[in-house]
């Protein structure tokens, strides 16, 4: 008698790691974002940035699966650091999210003619973001 193999296919071998690039001059916003990235997707790998520069350096190396960028960052902000990352072919068709304080709808508009899958104004709780980062990874 011919017997099938069974794979083992539980939600948790189903579920795959994310890689997650964030690019933001405040370090205390690396914290924020890392505590609610864990309570949103225990599997991601979560990678920071300070600046466009060192973005643009880990870039080189690995193909994270979102990225996303502080507006308001010194030297290169946030808008031109999105305009770099598209114009890299291979790197192109990742989906970024533009990540600020404030924003204007002029400056969003802006983000997503630059190639932007959207503009995410900063919540103010961890709990608040792990929300919002739930809804995108998943």
């Known amino acids: ?3 099938k193999k ?10 795959v790691q994310k890689t997650i690039l964030l690019v933001d001059d405040d370090e205390d916003e690396h914290e924020i974002f890392s505590s ?3 309570n949103a997707n225990e599997l991601c790998n979560f990678i920071s940035a ?3 520069d060192k973005a643009l350096n880990i870039l080189k190396n690995i ?6 960028i502080d507006v308001n960052m010194p030297r290169t902000n946030g808008m031109i650091c999105l305009e ?3 114009k890299i072919s291979r790197i192109a068709h990742i989906p970024v999210y533009m990540y600020s304080t404030g924003m204007n709808a002029r400056d969003g508009q802006k983000a997503l003619q ?8 900063k919540p103010n709780s961890i709990s608040s973001l792990s929300i919002l ?3 995108i990874l998943n």
């Not at 630059?114 to 104004?121: F, M, Q, S």
């Open 6 to 15: 069974a794979f083992d296919t539980t939600a948790e071998n189903d579920r």
């Open 63 to 68: 193909e994270p699966d979102y990225i996303f």
């Open 114 to 121: 630059l190639g932007a899958v959207d503009y995410i104004i």
């Open 50 to 52: 300070e600046s466009c």
């Open 36 to 38: 609610a990235l864990k």
């Open 133 to 135: 980062l739930k809804k």
């Open 1 to 3: 008698m011919y017997q």
């Open 84 to 86: 770099q990352i598209k």
